[in-house]
Every structure is written in structure tokens, then in C-alpha cells.
């Protein structure tokens, strides 16, 4: 453990994304997921908790739309204890809490840390928003972009700033795809096209590898936050 | 001091949380309350005259260095509805981290020790005016403008109100907005001999009544 003497907001409490509390530990990694309606966020973010909670101490924070049903869902699904759930209200506008004024975001983020920390992850989703929707580097160290086959497989082509710039892009309910006419193929290429380097995963949450290549990736970026 | 400063304060979107309360109007719309720019208009002069006189005199004197605790305590004492406490406190802590990340100062550092969980909100922006080297008068009119530019936008978001129309209520407002600004300066500086039992209580119970049934309703898009 070890102070930063040199940070600029000494003070009772971290005013943005500090990667240390108060007290000098280091804080939990907070990974941010987001994409338009209906892409299957709160159902990975669900399958992440139930994949990772018996390895790591985490809490998740969501962001409504119409106040708090994503929570619920979660709270429903009993993937985690309620105390480990939190859901801000965003004023029906979920793309200005994640990234033009995230206040909200970080009180309940430390407050989660306070309140049932120590915590190794904190997972911030987004209620469902536009293609332009990212989160601030000052409350996210990474973002997942989620997006489905049955949106469209032009939304890899068209791109955005989520599909593009998003640390991890997730392909959801792949196993739609020929019901739809989707061609993962050409999302695949698409994506490559955007993305060069960054990755990109293609799941079902119904089928039984479900949530493994997020929840390794989420493992990778812990094992990177922690060193 | 620089009147620059007055601006980045004011601005709609600094980022202290203001976008997410919609200062009654959600529930005032649900009442068939605010149904167009004419309500809206005769609803912020309401709330002006009431909650924003309070809000606008504790913000002044906080510029002037009252003790924050004292009208903390004072803002808690002119707020009936136990939501409407809540949601200044949270407001205060968003608006408290966004202040001391903008203008650091030890006087904000040393209130956001008092206060973990946030002080009334008001009272924060009065201290937030110090670190900027502002003036009461500007703590006055930052706060009785938040105090109709919120019932406003959010007007637009929950009725499709013509943005032209909101700004044009805003801009009618004005003349209302100098009152208030120079009634609560003149309430804050008799808090220096007084004490802050000087201060305005007026109140609306139609804002406090709504509030409390408003945080209970189960899906809504604004937190207030």
C-alpha cells in the first residue's frame, strides 16, 4: 500500500477516477457496458456475476432509463445480494450519467466501496442508448460495447464510437442469426475493419459457453488493474 | 475574481448532476399541472418565489461565509418533505465533488469532510461561489436560476415542449429572477446580525406533497 502525496485533491474523498481510495488502497476495476435496447447488457452483466462471483468480490451499478428495472431484473435473478446492487436515476438521458456528468456514478460506486467493499470489480451498465454512447474515462477503465445480430449486422460497418472505440466488442444472441439473415461473417469483417487490433467476441447467452470469453477478458483486464 | 467564472458555474452543463431532477415538473406534468409553456411559466414563478427565494437567500449566505453546518441545519428546517432533503443532499455531494475538482480550496475540502454524504445543495453552491472567487449576489442568481432553468428543461424532455417556448419562459422569468437574487442578498447579509433565523422560509406544500409521492411512484425519468 502506498500514498500518493503528489495528487492535486487531497481531500476526504477522490474526486474522479483516482485509482486509489481515500485511505491509499487501491480501488476495484470498474468495467462499463453499454450499447443500444435490447442488446443483452443486463443479461451478460447478469451471466458476469453468476460466472464471477464465487472468484472476486464485486457489485454492479446500473443506469435506468425509467428509473429502476434493470436493477431489478438483476435483483430478480439473485445474481448477486441486493446490498451489491445499485441503480441510478438518469433523468431519461442514461448517455449523460455515463459520460457528460457522472456524479451520480462515482457516489455509487464509492459508496458500494464503502459500504460493501472491499471489492475487487465494479460493473457499470448503461440502460440502453445510441451508437455515440460511451462512458468517461474518469468513471470506467473499460468498456464493453454490446450489440446483437438481430439489430442489424450493418451496425459493425456503420460503426460509432462504441463499436469502434469500445475496449471489448460482444456480438450477442448469435444463435439468432439465421432466423434473421444475419451474416457473422460479415459482422466479423466488419468489425476487424473498425476495430484493427481491439477485440471482439461472438456469443449465446443460451448456449453453454455463455459468458466465458467476457468473463475471461474481464479476468485478463483484473490481473492487469492488480499488478 | 473573474466573471468568466459566473459562466462555467451556470453553465447547464456543468457536470453536477442537475440533469437527472426535474425540480417537480415530472409530477407537476402528471397532475395536468404543466401542460404547455403557460403553466410552465406560472409554475416556476411559484417555485421562484418559494423554494428558490429559500435556496437562492442560503446560497448568498454561504458566499458570504456563514457557517456552512448552521445553514445546513437552516436548509434542513425549510425543507418539510423528507425526498426533497434527500435529493438537496445528493445534489450537494455531486455538486461539491464537481466544485472542489473545478476550484480546489480547502474551505470545500474541509465542508466535504463535515458532510461525507452531502451537505443541502444550496448551501455547497454558496461555497462553490467562494472557490471561484465570485460574489453573494452571484451565489444568489446561480441559485434562483437553477432553480426555474430545471423545471424548464426537463419540461421539454417530458412534454415535447418547443425548446424555443422553454427558453422564451426563462427570458419572461428574468425581471422575476433580479427580485429574488436582491431579496435574498438582503437575507443573507441580515444573517451577518441576526443569525440565520433571518432567513426566508417561505415554502410551497403543492412541491412538498408532490415530492413525497413522486419518489414512491415505481418508474419515473427524473429522481425529483
Not at chain 1, 469502434?164 to 459482422?187: C, E, F, H, I, Q
Not at chain 2, 466573471?3 to 409530477?27: K, N, T
Not at chain 2, 436560476?145 to 425548446?163: F, G, I
Request: glycine share 8%; proline share 5%; net charge negative.
Amino acid at each position: 500500500m502506498h500514498l500518493d502525496h503528489s495528487h492535486s485533491h487531497d481531500g476526504p474523498s477522490a474526486v474522479s477516477a483516482d485509482a486509489h481510495r481515500p485511505d491509499g488502497a487501491r480501488r476495484a476495476l470498474r468495467i462499463g457496458l453499454g450499447g443500444p435496447v435490447g442488446s443483452g447488457k443486463t443479461a451478460t452483466v447478469a451471466a458476469l456475476c453468476k460466472a464471477l462471483r464465487d472468484e472476486l468480490s464485486l457489485a454492479v451499478v446500473t443506469n435506468d432509463i425509467y428509473t429502476r428495472e434493470d436493477a431489478e431484473f438483476l435483483l430478480r435473478e439473485a445474481v448477486l445480494p441486493p446490498e451489491r446492487i445499485t441503480a441510478v436515476e438518469t433523468g431519461a438521458c442514461p448517455h449523460t450519467a455515463i459520460r457528460d456528468d457522472i456524479s451520480a456514478n462515482l457516489e455509487a460506486v464509492e459508496d458500494l466501496e464503502d459500504e460493501v467493499g472491499p471489492l475487487d470489480l465494479i460493473l457499470v451498465e448503461s440502460g440502453g442508448d445510441n451508437l455515440t454512447a460511451t462512458f468517461s474515462k474518469g468513471l470506467v477503465d473499460a468498456q464493453v460495447f454490446v450489440i446483437d445480430v438481430a439489430g442489424g449486422d450493418d451496425i459493425p460497418r456503420k460503426g460509432g464510437p462504441g463499436v469502434t472505440t469500445a475496449d471489448l466488442l460482444v456480438v450477442n444472441k448469435t444463435d439468432l442469426a439465421p432466423y434473421v439473415g444475419s451474416d457473422l461473417g460479415r459482422m466479423a469483417a466488419d468489425a476487424k475493419a473498425q476495430r484493427a487490433e481491439l477485440p471482439v467476441v461472438f456469443q449465446s447467452l443460451r448456449t453453454e459457453a455463455g459468458v466465458t470469453d467476457v468473463a475471461e477478458w474481464v479476468r485478463e483486464r483484473l490481473a492487469a488493474w492488480t499488478v | 475574481m473573474s466573471r468568466a467564472a459566473l459562466l462555467v458555474l451556470a453553465d447547464g452543463r456543468f457536470p453536477a448532476g442537475g440533469h437527472a431532477h426535474s425540480g417537480g415538473a415530472e409530477a407537476a406534468v402528471k397532475a395536468g399541472r404543466i401542460t404547455g409553456a403557460a403553466s410552465l411559466e406560472e409554475f416556476c414563478r411559484g417555485r421562484l418565489h418559494t423554494a428558490g427565494l429559500v435556496s437562492a437567500s442560503l446560497a448568498a449566505a454561504g458566499a458570504l461565509g456563514v457557517d456552512p453546518v448552521a445553514l445546513d441545519a437552516a436548509a434542513d428546517a425549510r425543507t418539510p418533505s423528507p425526498a426533497l432533503r434527500v435529493a438537496a443532499r445528493r445534489l450537494g455531494r455531486q455538486l461539491m465533488r464537481a466544485a472542489r475538482a473545478t476550484w480546489p480550496s480547502a474551505e470545500l475540502d474541509a465542508v466535504a469532510r463535515e458532510f461525507p454524504k452531502g451537505a443541502h445543495q444550496p448551501v455547497v453552491l454558496g461555497l462553490a461561489v467562494r472557490a471561484a472567487g465570485l460574489g453573494t449576489d452571484d451565489a444568489a442568481y446561480c441559485s434562483a436560476y437553477e432553480c426555474v432553468s430545471a423545471p424548464a428543461t426537463a419540461t421539454v424532455r417530458l412534454l415535447s415542449l418547443d425548446p424555443f417556448d422553454a427558453t422564451g419562459v426563462l427570458a419572461r422569468l428574468a425581471p422575476s429572477l433580479d427580485l429574488v437574487a436582491r431579496q435574498a442578498v438582503d437575507a443573507a447579509r441580515s444573517v451577518l446580525d441576526h443569525g440565520v433565523d433571518a432567513l426566508p422560509a417561505a415554502s410551497a406544500p403543492l412541491l412538498e406533497i408532490s415530492a413525497e409521492a413522486h419518489a414512491a411512484w415505481p418508474v419515473r425519468l427524473f429522481a425529483s
